[in-house]
């Protein structure tokens, strides 16, 4: 131990230690970086290489149309949904996979403020996910209701006998700061509302228990910590208790009560499947259900514990190994914090080029925004040592001041 | 020659003169079956196989979050529907990959019916595809507007200045006929109508000319004709001179002007892109691009023509060898018509099941049709005689009488 950290070796015998380290090698990770970005991107499991490179060869090569049947390609969106439900607390027959996040935010939004008629208000946050207020905003046009975007800290403020859905999501996608989801939606109830969670950053390294915190509506992201693959299918949860009530803005051929009926006429599925609209993703469902498989294996406490605990250590390196060169850490060191930490420096987008030309992998979010996640099944105690040193050392050589460092990528 | 329709050995001859017949060993096809419903999902072209294979293990696995710079994955769905727009007539900027048919569909249509505003009523076809009239009908419940349902040969009769869209499908899904587009689109336009039109079963396999006809708004299917994989991402079509006035009702992040600002006011990108709601489905674009990439190597003249001479010959065929059994041909054997055929039968389920066991894949649709595709790179001449001798044989030796063939699949 150096100071008040531990030094590379003690970070070493922690991973030798750690229960979840077996779980490394089923990714399928280069050696020559450390990937601090699984909340946006989750590495490749190699069970979901192996399962994509069969669902295609096999299944949709030599299977063709039989695999809808053979290979229970029909099943997948509910089956992979039913996998994980056990994930965020909810049960079988609550959470589907389908369409992409904006789509099933879309979907249920509309649900909701149908199911809550005479009610015109959704309740928000001023800085959600940019992509649930631009849904927001054109369901708001579409359905003629207004958006009441508040502070974080003013949602149950903001709640009265006009608001029909408190739409949140669960763990803040820069700061990582969570919100407390089971007070809210009982408040959100109180006064009359539906309470709809995005739990895109949250699934699954953060706690979520869908059924006991009472959660009407929920969706989430399949390819950041769920590793699901680049724009892998996302999910959508709808309480049980509402299923019969809720319909869908967009009765697609495969929400239908039968499908292959071809009948002109709609009837919704009963349960969640009617929340599906046109055909299931297969390629990107199969690696994301090998994805789930995996998770489903692990013990989430002891991931939910080690992402906390890698965070820890990482901000307690970074106050220690990079002081006086301008950083401010814009997650919180107590209380809940969802698997990344945030840190702000003026020429943050100059030093992410730097560390990801030196291996360090995060990502940047304005204003000058520095993210670093944090994956329990991939990532070591050594890596966020390694990490910081890597940061130090580009702060202490100003190695970020390049001029080509300053070019901005499409992608940041 | 046996009667008036080629014999096995003649089939064989026009296969060797076929100028496509390079491109059957582009596919990875099972040698021990004739796969004639490629109208429902196309066969694997290898080079998706490849493609797949590449984005999973090294641009997912190894480039991690740098894929989206580094190997192109953010500009995906802009450059494939570039590439697809040379498929079907229109020019570069006018097409987008995105989501499902459903969803393209529901986007558009709800853009269609803001762009005339004070007009209520959208004209369909009453037996146009379910999935079509299902989200025809949770727009007009979304925005209290009508559906004017009617026959095919109605639609330009049900014209008037209260319509706002004509929304119909280009080749019908089980009879293959096929809508004269050019002219419904001038009717529309003259009473003030959009014209919007799902391309599914056309593209590329029936010639359509986006820009020359006029159309305003399209959307179509990547996984039939177009061999991009189950479940592809669709594809959408805007007119280049809608495209300003055009919003979206989907407004995700992947349609901003900016997303890597991150801003939480919501600017339209400008051109097709703002069509775009959630993140690209990267696994299912990568295959739907490799398999459009080997649909631009053909010669689409060729290709249309050899879909009609093998759907031609099948007619020709069953007519002969098939009389007596009770089968109907319910597709047209004279003008245009699409890439597959349909015969009528009152046990067609289970004829198709026989058919199945036999290595004669095709599929089946209520009441009793049995669909046959005829895939230009990849059917041959022998293969349409093939499937009519084994379809011959079931007939005469009622070998379609068997219990276990009455059972339904869940895909039919």
Request: charged share 25%; net charge negative; with cysteine.
């Amino acid at each position: 131990v150096s100071g008040g950290v531990p030094d590379r070796r003690a970070c070493v015998a922690r991973d030798l230690g750690d229960p979840l380290a077996q779980y490394r090698e089923r990714f399928l990770l280069p050696d020559d970086i450390v990937y601090l970005d699984g909340n946006s991107l989750g590495a490749l499991p190699a069970a979901a290489a192996q399962r994509v490179d069969d669902v295609t060869r096999e299944e949709w090569g030599r299977g063709l149309i039989r695999s809808w049947n053979d290979a229970h390609w029909i099943s997948a969106p509910q089956r992979t949904g039913d996998k994980l439900a056990r994930l965020i607390g909810a049960s079988p027959g609550e959470v589907v996979v389908a369409d992409s996040t904006s789509v099933n935010l879309f979907k249920l939004l509309v649900s909701a403020l149908r199911e809550r008629p005479g009610r015109r208000v959704v309740v928000t946050q001023a800085d959600n996910f940019p992509t649930d207020l631009y849904i927001a905003g054109g369901v708001a046009e579409l359905l003629g209701v207004d958006i009441r975007a508040v502070d974080a800290g003013d949602v149950e403020d903001a709640l009265d006998g006009d608001v029909a859905v408190v739409y949140l999501t669960h763990v803040h996608f820069t700061s990582g700061v969570v919100h407390d989801v089971a007070r809210i939606t009982r408040a959100a109830h109180e006064c009359g509302a539906l309470a709809m969670w995005d739990l895109s950053h949250s699934t699954p390294v953060v706690a979520v228990e869908l059924d006991e915190w009472d959660i009407d509506l929920a969706a989430g992201c399949g390819y950041k910590h769920l590793n699901g693959g680049p724009g892998a299918p996302a999910y959508l949860f709808v309480a049980r208790r509402l299923q019969d009530s809720l319909g869908t803005a967009l009765p697609g051929w495969m929400g239908h009560a039968d499908p292959f009926a071809f009948s002109p006429e709609y009837t919704p599925a009963s349960g969640i499947a009617r929340h599906l609209s046109g055909t299931p993703a297969i390629l990107g469902l199969a690696a994301l259900e090998a994805a789930v498989d995996l998770w489903l294996e692990a013990d989430l406490v002891d991931a939910r514990d080690k992402a906390t605990a890698l965070g820890d250590l990482f901000i307690d390196m970074v106050t220690e190994r990079c002081a006086g060169h301008g950083l401010e850490v814009m997650s919180p060191r107590h209380g809940p914090r969802g698997a990344h930490v945030s840190l702000r420096h003026a020429e943050g987008y100059r030093i992410m080029q730097a560390l990801i030309a030196r291996g360090v992998i995060g990502d940047v979010r304005p204003p000058g925004l520095m993210r670093f996640g944090f994956a329990p099944l991939y990532t070591r105690y050594v890596d966020v040592h390694d990490a910081v040193e890597t940061l130090a050392d580009v702060l202490e050589t100003h190695a970020w001041d390049r001029e080509d460092y300053a070019v901005r990528a499409v992608v940041t």
